[in-house]
C-alpha cells in the first residue's frame, strides 16, 4: 500500500535524507512511502515547477493515503502545498492522516508573527483580521478533514528539541495507517 508523504521537509538542506528515512520507516511497517523529491524534473527547464506539480499528483493518484506534515512552516500555520495535497487527498475519499512538531495552538503561534488582541470577544491581528480561536492546532478545515478522512492530527505533548527531524509523531502517523490499511483491505 503506497502513501503519499506530504511535508515542507523538502525545503530542509538534508530533504533527500530525511525523505530516505520516512521511506524506510513505512517499509518497516508493510507500506511504501512515496516521497516527492524521488520524482525526477528537470530544474533547468522552464517548466520545472510544473513537473514538479505533474509528479506530485501523479504520486498522490498511485497512493491510497497521505501522511502530512503540517509543522507550521515560514508563519504560524501549515505549509500551503501540503495543505493543498491533504485537501486533495480528502477529496478524494483517500485516508489522511498528518502530524505537527509543534503542540501550541494557532492563535498563540500567531502571536508570535504579528499584534493580536481581543476586540469585542474576538481575536484580531495587527490588520483587523480576526484570528481563528478553536483551541486547534492549525484551521479548522484541516483539522476536521484528518477527523473526518483518517484520524486526529499527531501532535506530542512538547515540542521535540528538533522539530524537523524528528520523526516519532511521523512514524505513530504510518502505524496507525498500517492499521487501518489492512483493516480495510
Same mark, same amino acid.
Given at each position: 500500500m503506497k502513501i503519499y508523504l506530504a511535508g515542507p521537509d523538502v525545503f530542509l538542506p538534508d530533504a533527500?535524507?530525511?525523505?530516505?528515512?520516512?521511506v524506510a520507516i513505512c517499509e518497516r511497517h508493510g507500506?511504501?512511502?512515496?516521497?516527492?523529491?524521488?520524482?525526477?524534473?528537470d530544474l533547468a527547464s522552464?517548466?520545472?515547477s510544473r513537473q514538479i506539480f505533474d509528479g506530485n499528483a501523479a504520486m498522490m493518484e498511485d497512493a491510497?493515503?497521505?501522511?502530512?506534515? +503540517?509543522?507550521?512552516? $515560514?508563519? /504560524?500555520? #501549515? %505549509?500551503?502545498?501540503?495543505?493543498?495535497?491533504l485537501g486533495y487527498m480528502a477529496g478524494r475519499g483517500k485516508l489522511c492522516l498528518g502530524?505537527?512538531?509543534?503542540?501550541?495552538?494557532?492563535?498563540e503561534r500567531a502571536r508570535r508573527f504579528t499584534t493580536v488582541v481581543d476586540q469585542d470577544g474576538r481575536l484580531v491581528d495587527a490588520e483587523s483580521l480576526t484570528v481563528?480561536?478553536?483551541g486547534l492546532p492549525?484551521?479548522?478545515?484541516?483539522?476536521?478533514a484528518l477527523d473526518v478522512h483518517g484520524c486526529? +492530527?499527531?501532535?506530542? $505533548?512538547? /515540542?521535540? #528539541? %528538533?522539530?524537523?527531524?524528528?520523526?516519532?509523531?511521523?512514524?505513530?502517523c504510518v502505524k496507525l495507517a498500517a492499521e487501518r490499511l489492512v483493516t480495510e483491505s
Open positions: 533527500l535524507d530525511v525523505g530516505r528515512h520516512k507500506l511504501t512511502g512515496l516521497y516527492p523529491l524521488d520524482n525526477s524534473v522552464s517548466d520545472a491510497c493515503a497521505i501522511i502530512a506534515n +503540517l509543522t507550521p512552516f $515560514r508563519g /504560524p500555520g #501549515a %505549509d500551503a502545498g501540503t495543505v493543498y495535497e502530524y505537527s512538531n509543534d503542540p501550541s495552538v494557532y492563535a481563528e480561536d478553536f492549525d484551521n479548522l478545515m484541516m483539522m476536521h486526529p +492530527l499527531v501532535i506530542p $505533548r512538547q /515540542p521535540p #528539541a %528538533d522539530i524537523w527531524h524528528d520523526l516519532t509523531a511521523f512514524e505513530i
